[in-house]
């Protein structure tokens, strides 16, 4: 059986995953419902795929967070499962449940896909993922979807250089009253 895989990530409603400026992390929209669902998110056995950059960033941090109580728990949760980070940088051990997979990112996912026990989930790792979806290898595509434009500020364009795609609609749910959390199966169009 082929584990399924899970593209997570959170963006603007203009196609940004972070923004400069004054914005703050979630663009300052989080809610009570976010942070609880994102936890529930994370409560069920599960693998966690990144790449490098995301693992770094993930454990940069959580290293600045002092009081316990000012970190989400649902990123900590996140970064105690199990996971594989694909990267030709990192030396293991790696902090956490982590292990380095050397090689190519769209090799490592699909041999995880078909030896894994356990659904995969990645959150971020934006250049990875847009790898994956054009190789078919993401089940569903989960976008968080803030209600801001970050027009002049915003960075990292979640699909910039990715394939065209048909998106077929699994699942939707209202946040906090206006932050849409979307589920999409994706299928390559053409």
């Not at 434009?149 to 609609?169: K, M, N, Q, Y």
């Amino acid at each position: 059986m082929t584990a399924t895989y899970t593209f997570d990530v959170f963006m603007s409603l203009d196609g940004f995953g972070s923004a400069s400026g004054d914005w703050t992390g979630y663009w300052g929209k989080q809610g009570p419902e976010l942070l609880e669902h994102r936890l529930a998110l994370y409560e069920p056995e599960q693998r966690m795929v990144f790449g490098a950059t995301t693992f770094r960033m993930f454990g940069q941090m959580l290293a600045t967070v002092t009081d316990p109580a000012v970190g989400d728990p649902w990123v900590t949760r996140m970064l105690d499962l199990p996971a594989t980070v694909v990267s030709s940088t990192l030396e293991e051990p790696l902090d956490r449940n982590a292990t380095v997979a050397r090689g190519d990112g769209v090799d490592v996912v699909r041999r995880l896909k078909d030896e894994s026990p356990v659904p995969l989930r990645s959150h971020g790792s934006l250049s990875l993922n847009r790898a994956l979806l054009a190789a078919g290898l993401v089940d569903r595509v989960q976008v968080t979807l803030f209600p801001v434009v970050t027009g002049r500020s915003g960075g990292d364009p979640i699909f910039r250089g990715a394939e065209d795609f048909d998106l077929e609609l699994l699942e939707r749910r209202t946040l906090d009253h206006d932050i849409q959390e979307l589920v999409y199966r994706p299928t390559l169009h053409g």
